[in-house]
């Protein structure tokens, strides 16, 4: 962290900070509160993201810290002051229970994903089926703290929850940047450029890949508790399975994953269309918001990999798509014998 | 024996074959072409709208319905490749996956605009069989004996015809291939035609045992993944034989828990499988 950046990003922070002082109305701080939690977890999903590892269960991280936190309030009592920080210390726990055998046992790629995958969806049923206590798939309220504590069960308004959601998302950002100038980095781009030949230099692959993924599933799980929190409900579909976090990948992915501010555009994006859709559709033609979603989902894989935040970039610098690409490439060989059907 | 538990286990194989031709159609895309297919459900749910549409709206009867939905669904996979998938050949694996996770997106929206999100039914049910002691569903019966005569055609085409010897070939070594004078994109567009075949197939059987509606995919993409992958990828075999392992895990486990736990049972042990043989469990 230089002098220099820390020059320009606190007068951005505090000018972000006074937001709720100019009086916007609450749709918008309702907005700008969901962006910037989305924004956080798909930060987190970055930190891993962009060094190839490909969490397709990142959903799993929101829901674990969240469910913690807010059963740990509902039936013992426990603040969320001290419940949300131990929610996202099981989160990171979660995530060295799965991360730690899968990279020991050299599960890469594909199988990676589809492990997280399979992790995200584990979490998901495990919260639908203990409905006795977490109310399964119709959700679950925290309880509304007695008059004159909601500022100690942490249930804040607009504006509290604004700053707060700033400090998390600034947290973030700055571990990111942190990390950026470690060797971890250095050593994960060289692991995802080339795994052999990477521990053949001395780098402990499994161990670099662990701490990214503990910091990746932390600030996921952080997300998660704030987002219920704010909202005063769960459920098991919008904070963990599949749908989540294709929906997290995909804030990353739009954004750009590979710069710092990428997955914050992407977040702002997404929620964008979410409401433009909403706004413009209603209820009457359900289906078109999906429908938009997921072909804009395509176009930005098939022409602006590297996401919105890839257009700013003056040129890029190191270009993971042709360095990673397959040999399998084939196709472009052309054939001397095409074969007999 | 407890019949009951007997009638799980012979839920289990049962559900294996419903299990089976996806994962079959899976292994074959994700083993030729090295391009995991997220929408493949959503492939088999489009198969299940038209049959349903053909059947119950159209008026057609059901053998023509089920005949008509296989080029339909082979068609929308050829379409899959060319249009999403060839131009990501190159491209990092997370891009390929993410795009063709788009279309599972888009697929779930067309069917909501075009069906809403009620659920359809076929409304065709054969009467249960009673076998010894247990009570077999003859749909589920019929189903299963349809996935193993479809695995067989599999198994016969790769085998026996010249464009599924090359097929194989390809899988073998992409690199070689291409030397001995097999095009590579014919194959692929060959073998994305029989994975959407069978997508299709798939779709007659799950027609007629679940309900249509936008998300049906999602109760069975993601487990047929892992069964995919379990299998050992582009082992048609190991594909096979792990689909009843799972449908009896699952089968079995819905019999001493519930059916939730039984997937979590599922999964934990597909999570399992990856540590210990990340090769696949019937690897070579």
């Not at chain 1, 909601?150 to 973030?172: D, E, I, N, S, T």
């Not at chain 2, 010249?162 to 994109?185: F, H, K, N, Q, S």
Request: net charge neutral; aromatic share 10%; proline share 6%.
């Amino acid at each position: 962290m230089t002098a220099r950046e820390i020059l320009l990003a606190l007068p951005v922070l505090a000018a972000l900070a006074c937001l709720p002082l100019l009086g916007p109305p609450d749709y918008f701080m309702h907005l700008a509160i969901t962006a910037l939690l989305i924004a956080l977890a798909c930060t987190g999903w970055a930190l891993m993201g962009r060094f190839g590892l490909v969490s397709f269960g990142h959903g799993a991280f929101l829901g674990i810290a969240a469910y913690s936190m807010a059963l740990l309030w509902n039936l013992a009592g426990l603040t969320p002051w001290i419940g949300l920080p131990l929610g996202v210390a099981l989160a990171a726990l979660a995530a060295a229970l799965l991360g730690w055998p899968a990279f020991r046992l050299r599960v890469v790629g594909h199988y990676f994903a589809l492990v997280t995958l399979a992790a995200g969806e584990i979490v998901r049923i495990l919260v639908t089926a203990t409905r006795s206590v977490t109310g399964g798939s119709l959700g679950m309220t925290p309880n509304q703290a007695p008059p004159g504590e909601a500022l100690a069960a942490m249930q804040l308004g607009k504006a509290g929850f604004w700053w707060l959601a700033l400090l998390a998302w600034a947290g973030g950002l700055l571990a990111w940047r942190l990390l950026d100038r470690s060797m971890t980095s250095k050593a994960l781009a060289a692991v995802a450029e080339d795994e052999d030949a990477a521990a053949s230099i001395g780098i402990r692959v499994a161990r670099e890949k662990l701490k990214v993924t503990l910091l990746s599933a932390a600030f996921a799980g952080l997300a998660g508790g704030l987002m219920a929190q704010y909202r005063m409900y769960l459920n098991p579909e919008t904070l963990a399975g599949l749908g989540i976090s294709l929906q997290i990948v995909f804030g990353a992915l739009a954004g750009g994953m590979y710069s710092l501010i990428g997955p914050t555009i992407g977040a702002l994006f997404t929620i964008g269309l979410d409401e433009t859709l909403r706004v413009a559709f209603g209820t009457q033609f359900i289906g078109a918001a999906p429908l938009i979603y997921g072909l804009l989902l395509v176009l930005f894989v098939l022409f602006l990999p590297r996401g919105i935040a890839g257009l700013l970039e003056r040129r890029p610098r190191r270009a993971p798509a042709a360095a990673r690409a397959a040999p399998a490439e084939a196709a472009a060989v052309p054939a001397a014998d095409p074969p007999r059907a | 024996m407890d019949p009951f538990l007997l009638e799980a286990l012979v839920n289990g194989v049962l559900l294996g074959g419903v299990f089976a031709l996806p994962v079959l159609g899976l292994n074959l895309v994700f083993g030729v072409v090295d391009v995991i297919w997220l929408c493949y459900a959503e492939l088999v749910m489009v198969g299940m709208y038209a049959v349903w549409f053909l059947y119950t709206q159209a008026g057609w009867p059901l053998p023509l319905a089920f005949a008509a939905c296989l080029p339909f669904v082979a068609a929308l996979g050829v379409l899959l490749h060319v249009l999403v998938v060839r131009p990501l050949l190159r491209a990092p694996p997370i891009n390929q996956v993410l795009a063709t996770g788009g279309v599972l997106f888009v697929l779930q929206g067309v069917a909501t605009l075009v069906f809403s999100t009620d659920f359809r039914s076929l409304g065709v049910e054969m009467p249960p069989m009673e076998v010894g002691e247990v009570f077999v569903s003859g749909t589920k019966l019929a189903a299963f004996l349809a996935a193993l005569a479809g695995a067989a055609a599999l198994w016969a085409f790769l085998k026996f015809t010249y464009v599924g010897t090359a097929i194989r070939a390809i899988a073998r070594d992409r690199e070689v291939m291409p030397l001995m004078g097999v095009d590579p994109r014919r194959i692929y567009l060959i073998t994305s035609a029989v994975g959407g075949t069978l997508a299709g197939f798939a779709a007659c059987l799950l027609v007629v045992q679940l309900d249509v509606h936008p998300f049906v995919g999602l109760s069975f993409g993601p487990i047929t993944f892992m069964i995919c992958v379990m299998g050992g990828l582009g082992n048609m075999l190991g594909g096979f034989l792990a689909a009843f392992l799972m449908g009896l895990i699952v089968s079995v486990g819905g019999f001493w828990w519930n059916t939730e736990m039984s997937y979590v049972v599922a999964f934990v042990f597909f999570i399992a499988v990856m540590f210990l043989r990340p090769q696949g469990l019937f690897a070579r």
